[in-house]
C-alpha cells in the first residue's frame, strides 16, 4: 500500500482539535481520513474501516477512558498516535505497553501531525518486525528442543549413536516431505504413547 494511500481514523471529541489533525493530515497529502467524534462504539468503527493508522485526542482523559483506549489499543494491531495534554509517568507506560507508537504530550500542532504519522508507522513497523523475530526465535527453540528429545528417544530405544538418530529423523522428514520437528514431534508422542 502506497503511504499516501492509509486509511487513517481520526478519534477526537472536541471537533477543533480534530480539525487541526485532519487538516495537518490533508495537508500532508492524506485523502482517507475519518473523523470520529464519540469514543463509544469505536471498536466496531475500526472493525468496519479497517484504518492503517489511528489518531487518538485526549483532551482531558479520564482514568476509565484511557483504559478503554488502552484495551482497545492492544488489539488492533496498528500505528496508533495518541495527544494528551497532560500526563504521568503510569499513564506513559501504559500507552507503551498498550501498544501506542506515538505519544504526544502537550503538542498538537498542525505542523506536526506528518512527522507524528511518520514516527508512529515507522516505531509500528520497528516493533512488529521485533515481534516477529522473537516469535521465530522461541519456534526455532521449541523445534529444537523437540528434535534433541527425539534424537534421545531413538538413541535409547534403537541403539544409535547421537549421530545416527539425526540422520534417521533427516531422512525421514525428506522421505515424507515435512518439516524435521514434525517428524520428531511424532516420535515424542509416540514414545509417549508406548512408555
Known amino acids: 500500500m502506497a503511504y499516501l494511500d492509509l ?8 471537533a477543533i482539535r480534530a480539525s487541526i489533525i485532519e487538516e495537518g493530515l490533508r495537508e500532508a497529502g492524506h485523502a482517507k481520513v475519518t473523523v470520529v467524534h464519540e469514543v463509544n462504539g469505536i471498536a466496531r468503527i475500526i472493525e468496519t474501516l479497517q484504518p492503517d493508522v ?19 489499543t492492544r488489539t488492533v494491531g496498528r500505528p496508533i498516535a495518541m495527544f494528551v495534554d497532560r500526563s504521568d509517568t503510569a499513564s506513559i507506560e501504559a500507552a507503551v505497553d ?22 508512529a508507522v515507522s516505531r509500528f513497523n520497528a516493533f512488529s518486525r521485533l515481534q516477529r523475530e522473537l516469535a521465530d526465535a522461541k519456534s526455532a527453540l521449541e523445534e529444537r528442543k523437540i528434535v534433541e ?35 520428531a514431534q511424532s516420535v515424542v508422542t509416540a514414545a509417549g504413547l508406548l512408555m
Open 149 to 183: 528429545r527425539a534424537k534421545g528417544i531413538l538413541m535409547k530405544m534403537r541403539g544409535l549413536t547421537e549421530e545416527q538418530a539425526f540422520a534417521l529423523l533427516r531422512q525421514t522428514a525428506m522421505n515424507e516431505k515435512k518439516k524435521m520437528s514434525d517428524i
Open 54 to 72: 489511528i489518531f487518538i485526542d485526549l483532551e482531558n482523559p479520564n482514568r476509565d477512558m484511557m483504559e478503554h483506549l488502552f484495551q482497545l
Open 98 to 119: 498498550a501498544g501506542v507508537s506515538a505519544y504526544i504530550v502537550d503538542g498538537l500542532k498542525k505542523e506536526r501531525v506528518k512527522p507524528i504519522l511518520d514516527m
Open 7 to 14: 486509511t487513517i481514523l481520526v478519534i477526537d471529541e472536541n
